[in-house]
């Protein structure tokens, strides 16, 4: 089964897949898929997190493909003359928000162990549809449309991204016109031929150099950051709840510490006896969201660089005293950063985070799975087009300030060679040693939120994955902010009575994907209504 957020990158994949490829070899082809008929999302230059599990051994491995900050960062790289941050929307369009990409190597990394095809087979599918040209989808028409009203569109994405014929260039290719992207095909033929090397040296990484070069306000990577990058093989981060195993990414992604947390906290309570239509079961929801998300974004950051108190986060008795703060009938008037465990001062958090993200999942013949998230931050990433994709912009993944008011440092403060701390939370989980469902979403910070808002609907609630995935999406980092369009409004009135304080805005902004294995062994998939996605199984 594939489970992704575009139809023909689900067929990519199952065409792999059908070719006798593994689940890693059918991740290669749907990513090289996303990154060309949902470039808003990811690509190959960006980022991802990837978790495998190994049917065979029964091992997990966790592959990390992070930007790293260039060289030349500095801590104040995002602040303006007077000392002060610099407008988001600003930083985002400069060369100083491209990061090393990391998503190829990443890739190489997992093929060279899991991978059952010749590296170069993966990669067809995009190459030939770059050629012949896709049809741009709603979606794709409407985010063009966005970032144009925005002006958000530098010269190269503007004229790749805009009908032709037109002298101001501002007006989206339509809904079913066929875009072609010849120097995309071009590229990942070099990638097919000479692996990742071919990426990270050479012509296509001079592009991406001369493309974080341009203006405005150049940025400082060089040839030498793309040649010294090197992906991670970590172990994952797991954590027991109830009767399974959750399994996710350690930092520099907070996305497994954080969806650990917050099921943490809920353990103490009976979720299943209140089920997804109380006020009570989302209340618990929005306070053990309020509890993590403070401790994640005082704590987590790049632990190569900085010291992160894993084990003391996802700490059972640290979690009990956290859900001893939460009552049943009022909403914490003020949420803190707790002290696990282990934890050293850190200063208060100054991190805007902004959904541009893909999920997928693939489970492949002999039971092996992928749950890979991948990025290139903001809408079109850094919106700089270069050999047919576009540049991250996960350098604004930092903190602007490196200290908080009070001169303490901020964990997640820029500095060179460091990755920025990412949500993203790929995820799979086990009963009896055995797979259950694996599951993720775009989405920004709110990831953590969309991720456990599924695992409770289908381990605490008995829902299927699609129905957990249709429930209405409710964020509690800081404010609530919940999905108007499917949320009660009756609970919204309720909750409001116990004291949560809920701000206008969309809180659905997800596309969450998973597949689950149901009792008798067949697969169900869950693709996201809210994007484009199908999940589809093949015998």
């Known amino acids: 089964m594939v489970a992704a957020a575009s139809p023909l990158a689900v067929e990519a994949g199952l065409e792999v897949l059908r070719a006798g490829g593994s689940a890693v070899d059918a991740a290669v082809a749907v990513q ?14 960006g980022g991802a997190f990837l978790v495998h599990y190994d049917a065979r051994t029964g091992d997990v491995i966790t592959f990390d493909g992070r930007e790293v900050a260039p060289q030349g960062a500095t801590p104040g790289m995002f602040l303006d003359e007077a000392g002060k941050p610099l407008p988001f929307p600003v930083a985002v369009r400069s060369g100083r928000a491209v990061g090393v990409p990391g998503a190829v190597a990443m890739l190489e990394m997992a093929h060279r162990e899991f991978g059952r095809l010749p590296w170069s087979r993966p990669w067809q599918p995009a190459i ?10 709603p979606r794709l028409n409407e985010l063009i449309g966005s970032a144009l009203s925005r002006d958000a569109l530098l010269p190269a994405a503007r004229a790749y991204l805009t009908a032709e014929g037109r002298a101001d260039g501002r007006t989206p290719h339509p809904v079913g016109a066929i875009l072609r992207n010849p120097a995309y095909s071009d590229t ?18 001079q592009a991406v150099v001369d493309g974080a070069a341009a203006a405005p306000m150049p940025g400082s990577l060089t040839l030498a950051d793309l040649a010294a990058y090197r992906p991670n093989r970590l172990e994952p981060v797991c954590g027991g709840y109830r009767a399974y195993l959750v399994c996710g990414m350690r930092p520099p992604s907070s996305g497994g510490i954080a969806v650990l947390s917050v099921l943490g906290i809920l353990e103490n309570f009976d979720m299943a006896s209140m089920g997804p239509g109380t006020v009570a079961g ?16 005082r704590y987590v950051a790049d632990d190569r660089l900085v010291a ?7 700490d059972k008795a640290y979690l009990r005293t956290r859900a001893a703060l939460v009552s049943p009938s009022r909403a914490m008037p003020k949420v803190e950063a707790g002290v696990p465990p282990g934890a050293p001062a850190r200063g208060r958090d100054a991190t805007a985070e902004v959904p541009g993200t893909s999920h997928f999942v693939v489970v492949d013949r002999a039971g092996d799975v992928v749950s890979m998230t991948t990025t290139v931050e903001s809408l079109f990433g850094s919106q700089r087009f270069v050999a047919g994709f576009f540049l991250n912009n996960q350098m604004t993944d930092f903190s602007f300030r490196p200290v908080d008011e009070r001169g303490e440092a901020i964990a997640n403060a820029v500095a060179p060679g460091k990755k920025p701390r990412s949500s993203m939370s790929p995820t799979i989980v086990f009963r009896d040693g055995a797979f259950e469902m694996a599951v993720g979403s775009p989405g920004g910070n709110a990831i953590i939120a969309y991720v456990t808002k599924v695992l409770v609907g289908v381990l605490d609630w008995g829902l299927t994955p699609q129905q957990a995935v249709e429930l209405p999406n409710v964020i509690a980092r800081g404010p609530v902010v919940a999905e108007s369009s499917r949320i009660d409004p009756a609970l919204v009135a309720s909750l409001t009575q116990l004291g949560h304080v809920f701000r206008d805005g969309r809180g659905e902004g997800s596309g969450l994907h998973a597949v689950r294995v149901t009792r008798e062994g067949r697969l169900e998939g869950a693709a996201d209504p809210r994007r484009e996605g199908r999940a589809i199984a093949i015998r």
């Open 32 to 45: 090289a898929v996303l990154g060309l008929v949902e470039p808003q999302s990811s690509g190959i230059g």
């Open 128 to 137: 030939r549809l770059a050629e012949r040209g896709f049809a741009v989808s």
């Open 308 to 314: 992160v108190p894993l084990a003391g986060l996802i």
């Open 282 to 297: 989302w209340h618990h929801f929005i306070e053990a969201q309020r509890l993590a998300y403070a401790d994640r974004d």
């Open 188 to 205: 990942l033929r070099r990638i097919a031929r000479g692996g990742a090397r071919a990426f990270y040296e050479g012509p296509v990484a």
